[in-house]
């Protein structure tokens, strides 16, 4: 059996453009999505903490220490530049694999540098990071 695992994150990063013209996708800034093993065109999932839209799209490569999260296409009807929002992938892993698994969590600072790299525990009780 396979499960679909949550695989990494780019936590309360701040948008920093939107492109309604624009075909579609987010751009991330290179070292974010280093930082978060996403590689360009992978599924993610974009969830704005400021006014709760939830989205998917793809990820493209934005310049590296720029520290741009660019909504583009039609989602930028719906996340808007200034918003904080978690980029999020998951992954399929087999059952073995599943049961030591460790997601990646990247913690970004006001300009959405990398500011702490680690792996997300077992869930315990509510937490605020």
Sequence with gaps: MRRSLFKSKIHRARV??????YEGSVTI?????EA???????R???????????LETYAIR????????????????LIHPGDLVIIATFAEVEEA??????????????????????VDEVPGPQRRS
């Design 62 to 77: 934005g310049d590296a220490g720029s520290g741009v999260i660019c909504i583009n296409g039609a989602a930028a009807h």
């Design 44 to 54: 993610v999932h974009v969830w704005d903490v400021t006014n709760g839209a939830r």
């Design 16 to 21: 920093t453009q939107a492109d309604v013209d």
């Design 36 to 42: 978060a093993d996403i590689i360009p065109f992978e």
């Design 97 to 118: 694999e599943a049961r030591q698994w460790k997601p990646r969590v990247v913690l970004v600072d006001d300009k959405n540098r990398a500011r702490a790299v680690g």
């Design 29 to 33: 800034d290179a070292n974010l999505m």
